[in-house]
């Protein structure tokens, strides 16, 4: 049952406060017609007078891991196993997705080494929302047998807060086996819908 604090005056009430069994406060006049929610989330919440919105700080995270084999002619989720900080534990290391439960837009940056021992052609980082490419860089020809290459991408996009996630693939055509020698995702909530 929501607990509901009015404040008003003599003639009616002006304001409403009203938090429910999620954890989220709404701000709402008497009339309901303007309501502002405070999702269920750790953050410092601050009013601007030039942005007419509510920012909150939501979920950050850094994770990164290496020496992960990657198949050729195939996406390959890379699913970093250290962390470096997840303030809202959102990034999961054993399937490599990044859910938040804050509705927003996020900015994602994303780095990987490779490390080969024959020619490639067309290696790519892939950063993908449920599934699908969302952004991603995809190289050159390996044309000199280098052994050592590497890609980043990063862009921002809207995750739902529920369901959605951004995790990160890669992909190269051929018929080799190469290992990732260190990779890198990390990702910020920019703000709100």
Known sequence: ????????????????????????LAFQTGAGANTI????TTGTLALTSQIPSVITNGPVFSANTSNTSCTGSQVTTIIMTNEDFDTASAYSTSTGRFTPQVAGYYQFNAYFSFYGTSNVNGQSILLRKNGSLTFGNFGVTNSDNSPWWGLSTSGICYLNGTT???????YFNG?????????ILNGCFLRGA
């Open 1 to 24: 049952m929501a607990s509901i604090i009015s404040a008003g005056t003599t003639s009616g009430t002006a304001l409403n406060f009203t938090g429910d069994t999620s954890g989220n």
């Open 37 to 40: 929610t405070v999702p269920n």
């Open 164 to 170: 959605d996630y951004v995790n990160l693939g890669c």
């Open 175 to 183: 018929s080799s086996t190469f290992t990732l020698g260190n990779a």
